[in-house]
Nanobody, 114 residues
Framework: QVQLVESGGGLVQAGGSLRLSCAASGSIFRGNSMGWYRQAPGKQRELVAR???????TYVDSVKGRFTISTNNGKNTVYLQMNSLKAEDTGVYYC????????WGQGTQVTVSS
């Protein structure tokens, strides 16, 4: 089992910044990847950014140049630095861990007011 604990969501004005954190614990295996997904009201959950165990990153086009995903040296915490936030970034952000298994965090609300 892998446990994921997210923090850092909140309310911010458009153009502002937030930093999300997700701490993973439990049976973490090498060769995993971790990512952030978001779900806006009435929409499907979508990938925002992903980082592999080798620190290869992937971003959805709408956040490129504004968001940065990173991990700590122990690779058990993943961060999402979100700059120049827009109203369309509003949603519940979920942390995801994947190897041959998949786990989700409980979600943290991000609200960007225009």
């Amino acid at each position: 089992q892998v446990q994921l604990v997210e923090s850092g969501g909140g309310l911010v004005q458009a153009g502002g910044s937030l930093r999300l954190s997700c701490a993973a614990s439990g049976s973490i295996f090498r060769g995993n990847s971790m990512g952030w997904y978001r779900q806006a009201p009435g929409k499907q959950r979508e990938l925002v950014a992903r980082i592999t165990d080798f620190r290869t990153t992937t971003y959805v086009d709408s956040v490129k140049g504004r968001f940065t995903i990173s991990t700590n040296n122990g690779k058990n915490t993943v961060y999402l630095q979100m700059n120049s936030l827009k109203a369309e970034d509003t949603g519940v952000y979920y942390c995801n861990y994947r190897d041959s298994r998949e786990y989700w965090g409980q979600g943290t609300q991000v609200t960007v007011s225009s």
